[in-house]
């Protein structure tokens, strides 16, 4: 059974309130952080750790960190994304809401690391009962002398704010973030500069996911050493899978990274297996904005490996035969999905979500949507199928941030993958209304 | 009238209750002096609260209150698909339509209220008790198919549960 490292006590009665929470070895980072080591030291045990970005990029937090520009008289801030937005995941809402209070101290052992006094914590809005938990839990941490001036003794002063968006997909990209916390649209922001140079109201800012957050705290308990012997290679630590879809029991899970992709589908302790005994068609194993993975490529690599819960494994065989380990929304499909259709659901998603700023994202996507509309409603041709593919690759890299790539990604692969499905739905319209495709039984061809 | 029309600036700001007034004023002592556009957000979700839906009386008010122009509020508030823009139901039913929910039955779901409701996604029942919309992905996807009514989530969702769920809120919006 897998160590797990944020999640241990979240089912624990009452852990949501601060005594409770202490009892169970609470703000121990916070007490070791600003007593014993400088800023510089914890952010030396992160590097160590060799934390990736939880959100979905895998960037490493302490190399964040260390980007953080420092200008004499300059405020810096901490910004927690707590915006979780990208389909298929739902890992922070867990948290917050079961361990706010673990949020909290890693946002104090983070802000202390990086020299903020006035923190941040962005919530999407849909999560405002999140946000009732997360005020009451910091309100807890000031009448306990964990936020607000000299803490714990040590002259680290803090203040933590939570506050909530309005519905925006794009908000948890970090400078549409920023944007909307200074109480503007959404719209991303060109890079350079960077966050780390000019972020919140322009001064350095760094923004991290709840998860990365919450990780500083057993990492700066039990040292980056001890942190980064969990996992393979460059996938250290534990990480919260979001599983979801057609699974006997999909959930939020926290796994060891390297656990086998089989094992954590079918195995007693994870999902338990396809849904009413069905069989698996695909995976999106990362969150909707990654390569979907047809059933032959999930739990095997395309050279026949046994594919691991890696950032490296999952991403295999590149764009080719492989996909990306995410925000670790993991999505899976039976044998009765319709691939056609659900590339549809989600280029709708992101023709709504685009926030119109960069032409080829703003029509792009609208465009993508419409035609992979008229191929799930029976009205497409095979053309359609290229024009899917040249639309793709006029928004890919073309836009000021990632949201673009994001939408043409899994239509990509969609296509790369299930093509024949995508020829089925444009072959025999009729048929296509009346029945799913099944299973494809073979790679294609190249 | 709407944001977008010429004449929106003119219109007379709204009052907010004594309630509202006391939090968005909490709200915007929780940024630094200066930064009181950061609340904007906040200050939304509250008139919304109040009044469920977003107006252009209630944006001009909220202008007033963060000394900012109009446009300021009028581009945040019609950027973020929470705030509604038009005088919705006493109930307003958000459904989640994206992916994950979709692999679960979402598009039952949202035919089944349709027809439980007689309306289409986009409209108000007759008494005004609920507004039918779809929204993108909420968050909860490993627990679809479910929809958000007044920031709370009904996951998992049957005809039973959908059933149960419309009885409460017919009851609990009588009083």
Same mark, same amino acid.
């Given at each position: 059974m897998s160590r797990k490292l944020?999640?241990?006590?979240?089912?624990?009665?009452?852990?949501? %309130?601060?005594?409770?929470? @202490?009892?169970?070895? $609470?703000?121990?980072?916070?007490? =070791?952080?600003?007593?014993?080591?400088?800023?510089?030291?914890?952010?030396?045990?992160?590097?160590? %750790?060799?934390?990736?970005? @939880?959100?979905?990029? $895998?960037?490493?937090?302490?190399? =964040?960190w260390s980007f953080l520009a420092k200008p004499e008289g300059v405020e810096r801030h901490l910004v927690c994304n707590a915006d979780e937005s990208e389909p298929g995941t739902f890992k922070d809402r867990y948290l917050m809401e079961k361990l706010p209070h673990l949020l909290i101290e890693g946002m104090i052992t983070s802000s202390y690391a990086l020299g903020a006094r006035r923190s941040y914590i962005y919530i999407r809005g849909e999560f405002m009962y999140v946000l009732r938990i997360l005020e009451k839990a910091i309100a807890e941490a000031y009448a306990n002398g964990m936020l607000g001036k000299n803490i714990l003794g040590s002259g680290y002063d803090l203040d933590l704010v939570v506050t909530p968006g309005g519905g925006a997909y794009i908000c948890g990209e970090e400078t549409a973030l920023l944007e909307s916390l200074e109480g503007k649209r959404g719209n991303p922001r060109m890079k350079p500069p960077f966050p780390a140079v000019k972020g919140l109201w322009g001064n350095p800012t760094v923004v991290n996911n709840v998860e990365s957050i919450a990780a500083v705290v057993p990492i700066v308990n039990e040292g980056g050493e001890a942190y980064a012997k969990i996992g393979i290679e460059r996938s250290t630590g534990t990480k919260l899978i979001s599983a979801s879809g057609n699974l006997v029991r999909p959930g939020v899970y926290e796994i060891e990274l390297g656990l086998s992709v089989e094992e954590f589908i079918y195995g007693d302790n994870y999902c338990r297996g396809i849904?009413?005994?069905?069989?698996?068609?695909?995976?999106?194993?990362?969150?909707?904005?990654?390569?979907?993975?047809?059933?032959?490529?999930v739990t095997k690599t395309a050279a026949g490996t046994d594919r691991l819960m890696t950032y490296e494994s999952l991403a295999d065989g590149g764009f080719a035969s492989g996909s990306m380990l995410g925000s670790g929304g993991f999505i899976v499909f039976d044998e009765d999905q319709c691939i056609v259709r659900n590339t549809w659901n989600f280029a709708r998603f992101y023709a709504h979500e685009s926030c119109g700023q960069c032409s080829p994202c703003r029509e792009g996507t609208g465009w993508m949507e419409k035609v992979l509309y008229r191929l799930e409603h029976g009205t497409g041709t095979l053309e359609d199928i290229s024009l899917l593919e040249e639309i793709n690759k006029k928004i890919e890299g073309n836009t000021i941030c990632?949201?673009?790539?994001?939408?043409?990604?899994?239509?990509?692969?969609?296509?790369?993958?299930?093509?024949?499905?995508?020829?089925?739905?444009?072959?025999?319209?009729?048929?296509?209304?009346?029945?799913?495709?099944?299973?494809i039984q073979a790679p294609l061809e190249a | 009238m709407k944001a977008d029309h010429p004449q929106a600036v003119n219109e007379a700001p709204i009052d907010f209750s004594a309630h509202t007034m006391a939090e968005i004023n909490r709200v915007i002592g929780l940024f630094p002096e200066r930064k009181q556009k950061s609340a904007i957000l906040s200050i939304l979700h509250l008139v919304q609260d109040e009044f469920g839906w977003v107006s252009v009386g209630a944006m001009n008010r909220v202008a007033q209150i963060l000394d900012i122009q109009p446009i300021e509020v009028y581009e945040v508030a019609t950027f973020y698909t929470m705030f509604h823009l038009d005088p919705v139901g006493k109930n307003?039913?958000?459904?989640?339509?994206?992916?994950?929910?979709?692999?679960?039955?979402?598009?039952?779901?949202?035919?089944?209220?349709?027809?439980?409701?007689?309306?289409?996604?986009?409209?108000?029942?007759?008494?005004?008790?609920?507004?039918?919309?779809?929204?993108?992905?909420?968050?909860?996807?490993?627990?679809?198919?479910?929809?958000?009514?007044?920031?709370?989530?009904?996951?998992?969702?049957?005809?039973?549960?959908?059933?149960?769920?419309?009885?409460?809120?017919?009851?609990?919006?009588k009083s």
């Open positions: 944020l999640i241990e006590h979240a089912e624990v009665p009452g852990i949501a %309130s601060f005594e409770t929470y @202490r009892k169970h070895g $609470g703000y121990a980072s916070v007490e =070791k952080a600003l007593k014993t080591m400088s800023p510089d030291e914890v952010v030396e045990e992160v590097k160590k %750790s060799g934390l990736r970005g @939880r959100g979905g990029a $895998g960037f490493p937090t302490g190399m =964040k849904a009413n005994g069905k069989k698996l068609k695909a995976c999106i194993p990362g969150g909707s904005s990654v390569p979907i993975l047809p059933h032959y490529l990632p949201l673009g790539d994001a939408a043409a990604w899994p239509v990509a692969a969609a296509i790369r993958h299930f093509r024949d499905e995508f020829e089925w739905h444009v072959k025999s319209p009729q048929e296509a209304q009346t029945r799913n495709y099944g299973l | 307003v039913l958000e459904v989640c339509r994206t992916g994950p929910c979709q692999l679960v039955g979402s598009d039952d779901l949202i035919s089944y209220i349709e027809e439980k409701l007689d309306i289409k996604v986009g409209e108000t029942t007759k008494d005004g008790m609920f507004t039918l919309k779809t929204v993108e992905c909420l968050g909860a996807c490993g627990y679809g198919p479910m929809l958000m009514c007044k920031y709370q989530f009904y996951e998992r969702l049957n005809k039973e549960k959908v059933n149960e769920m419309l009885d409460a809120m017919r009851e609990a919006s």
